[in-house]
C-alpha cells in the first residue's frame, strides 16, 4: 500500500479483554516498530521487528503484550488481560531497516480499556 | 538514565523564524530525529543527525552538538500549516535501529 496501515483506527475494550492491533507496513520495508503514545508524551519504544524476528523486545512493559510478524511483513500486537493503564494510541512505523533511513508511522489505534 | 528534554509549548508569528531546541543525556549516543506530528495524527520524519553540525532542508533545519547533548530544529519562513508538535528523539548507543527515545513534544503554535 501506499503507506503504513493501522487496523482497527480506534478499539474499546473492557478491562481483562483480549485485543489485537494489526499493522501493515509499506511494502518492501523489513524494519516495523511498534509504539505506545500516551496524551501529551512522546512515543514509547516497545518492539522492534527485523523480518520475521522481534530484534528487540526491551520494551514491551510486561508479559501481558506479545507481537508477531509471521511472515515478515503483517504484524500483530496481542494484549492480553488488557488494564485501564494500557488506554493509549499504539503507533506502527516501518522503514528500509538502513540506521538512519526514516521510519514512516501509520495514523495508530486508539485503544481505550473501560 | 534517559532524558531528553525540550519545552512544553511555544508561540511565533507567521513569517517569523523559531528555533526549538532538545537537550538530551542519553547512554551514549547513536543519532538525533526530529519529527512533526499535527494534533490526532501520526509523525511524520523531518530531520536525521549523527554528526556535528547543521542539516538544512527547505525550510527546516537541524543542529547537533554531540559534546553538549544538545540539538535544535529551526523553521524558517512559518506558516500557519507549521502549528504541531516537534518530537526530538534520540538512538542511544547500543539500542537497537527502533529503539529511540523521544521527548515528550513541544506544542508550537503559530498566530497570523
Same mark, same amino acid.
Given at each position: 500500500g501506499a503507506g503504513v496501515s493501522q487496523t482497527p483506527s480506534n478499539k474499546v475494550t473492557e478491562k481483562g479483554k483480549y485485543v489485537e492491533l494489526r499493522c501493515d507496513p509499506i511494502s518492501g520495508h523489513t524494519a516495523l516498530y511498534w509504539y505506545r503514545q500516551s496524551l501529551g508524551q512522546g512515543p514509547e519504544f516497545l518492539i522492534y521487528f527485523q523480518g520475521t524476528g522481534a530484534?528487540?523486545?526491551?520494551?514491551?512493559?510486561?508479559?501481558?503484550f506479545f507481537a508477531v510478524r509471521p511472515e515478515g511483513s503483517v504484524s500483530t500486537l496481542k494484549i492480553q488481560r488488557?488494564?485501564?493503564?494500557?488506554s493509549a494510541v499504539y503507533l506502527c512505523a516501518s522503514s528500509l531497516?538502513?540506521?538512519g533511513t526514516e521510519a514512516f508511522f501509520g495514523q495508530g489505534t486508539r485503544l481505550t480499556v473501560v | 538514565g534517559q532524558n531528553i528534554d525540550q519545552p512544553t509549548e511555544m508561540t511565533a508569528t507567521e513569517g517569523a523564524i523559531v528555533q526549538i531546541n532538545c537537550t538530551y543525556q542519553t547512554s551514549g549516543f547513536n543519532g538525533l530525529f526530529w519529527y512533526q506530528q499535527h494534533a490526532g495524527e501520526a509523525p511524520t520524519f523531518l530531520s536525521y543527525n549523527v554528526l556535528d553540525g547543521l542539516e538544512e532542508k527547505g525550510r527546516f533545519s537541524s543542529f547537533l552538538s554531540r559534546s553538549k547533548g544538545y540539538s535544535y530544529l529551526l523553521l524558517k519562513?512559518? =506558516?500557519?500549516?507549521?502549528s504541531a508538535s516537534y518530537l526530538c528523539a534520540v538512538r542511544p548507543r547500543?539500542?537497537? =535501529?527502533?529503539n529511540l527515545i523521544f521527548g515528550k513534544g513541544t506544542k508550537l503554535s503559530v498566530k497570523p
Open positions: 530484534a528487540d523486545d526491551s520494551g514491551l512493559p510486561n508479559d501481558r488488557t488494564e485501564r493503564g494500557d531497516g538502513l540506521l | 519562513e512559518l =506558516q500557519m500549516k507549521d547500543g539500542g537497537s =535501529q527502533g
